[in-house]
């Protein structure tokens, strides 16, 4: 019994001591572990301090071939039967043109949302090609309003994406910078789902990707982005709370591009309302933190075609604030409202660049003026 106490009695105060010593090591290990020289730009991964790399279990997906998914849209909108073309040829058909067939016209693409002054213009256009030319057959009736189309469309504006990494030769930051493109929209575009199409467009063009989730404000959008990106082998920046700070997410997203040589760093923001002083003043603090360190490439605006004029208003203040360079349009299949592509081109001087096809992972394509009015035309 004696010895019983004695292993007692010098035991467990050893045994306390060595779980002591063991809790004080643990504790200095978390303390010397590196930290994010940005606060709130965490990530989900320790192994990666700036990004969530996609998980390594899951082989990276093939998107779609960029080429041809334009063609597509041409064939939705012809299976369609895009009411805009069918209505105006309908009523060009006619033989005897009145003053109200013309006003039927201006109707029409006054419904589909291409504007009075384009609409006005196109009108105008029509008439005096139809007095001059005396056109009445369907094909000539058909190839006429495609070239008055396609010429309020405008296809001499420059469509193309800046995707290639830049060069910086001045002070400060030297060396080869990714493309950085900068999205931007209000609540409901599509703007996060955009985002990871583009990912899977630009891997399909054979580019080097990665995205910033610097839309802290709406907690599933980082896992959204993570989700998108993970499925076609593209790295996330993300943070690991709500509501950090957006401006330093894009910072890190910029630094980790950077340092994995990647040709592109595409920027997720907060989707907001135009008339939300502080949220925009927010969106030119994200622009000016990325410009202090590299060119922004892009800043695309998500707009839903659906919306029609209501979307003006949205792109006039982002513009302002953002320096717009591109536009996207979601839901443009089959819609009455493709005389948007022609009202927001107006209104900003900026070409659509991208349209959003439907619901599936690989319907976004490089918008095409001459497929765009085809598939309306059926």
């Known amino acids: 019994m004696n010895e019983l106490q004695d292993i007692l009695f010098i035991g467990l105060p050893t045994l306390a001591l060595v779980a002591a010593g063991v809790g004080v090591a643990v504790r200095s290990r978390r303390r010397a572990a590196p930290s994010d020289t940005t606060p709130g730009a965490q990530t989900s991964t320790p192994q990666a301090p700036a ?38 040829l309908a009523v060009l058909s006619r033989d005897h043109l009145t003053e109200a067939d013309w006003e039927e016209i201006e109707e029409t693409l006054l419904v589909a949302d291409v504007g009075a002054g384009p609409s006005a213009e196109l009108v105008d256009a029509l008439r005096e090609r139809v007095r001059v030319l005396g056109v009445r057959e369907p094909g000539a009736v058909r190839e006429l309003l495609r070239e008055q189309l396609l010429a309020l469309v405008d296809p001499t504006m420059d469509r193309g994406l800046a995707t290639e990494p830049v060069m910086l030769t001045g002070e400060g930051q030297t060396g080869v910078q990714p493309a ?20 899977r467009l630009l891997v399909a063009e054979g580019r080097s990707v990665l995205l910033g989730a610097a839309d802290t404000f709406r907690a599933a959008a980082a896992d959204q982005l993570a989700t998108w990106g993970g499925r076609v082998g593209v790295p996330v920046v993300r943070s690991d709370k709500d509501g950090a700070d957006p401006a330093s997410v894009a910072f890190e997203a910029l630094a ?26 927010e969106l030119g603090k994200i622009g000016r933190v990325l410009s202090r360190q590299a060119p922004i490439s892009e800043v695309l605006l998500v707009l839903d075609a659906t919306t029609g004029q209501n979307g003006l208003t949205q792109a ?14 979601t839901k443009l299949d089959g819609t009455a409202k493709g005389g948007i592509v022609v009202a927001v081109q107006r209104e900003l001087g900026v070409p659509v660049k991208l349209v959003g096809l439907g619901e599936g992972p690989d319907d976004l394509a490089e918008f095409d003026p001459e497929a765009f009015v085809d598939g309306i035309l059926g």
């Open 316 to 329: 006039r203040v982002f513009a302002e604030v953002a320096g717009v360079t591109g536009i996207v349009l």
């Open 180 to 199: 950085v493109l900068l999205v931007v929209g209000v609540n409901g575009t599509g703007k996060t789902t955009t985002i990871g199409k583009l990912a």
């Open 256 to 281: 980790a591009g950077r340092e994995q040589g990647v040709d592109v760093v595409v920027v997720d923001t907060a989707g907001r309302l135009q008339n939300k002083a502080g949220l925009m003043d």
């Open 51 to 88: 990004t969530a790399e996609p998980p390594a279990s899951a082989a990276p997906e093939a998107p779609a071939p960029a080429a041809g998914r334009m063609v597509r849209l041409r064939e939705r909108l012809a299976r369609s039967g895009s009411p805009l073309g069918a209505r105006l």
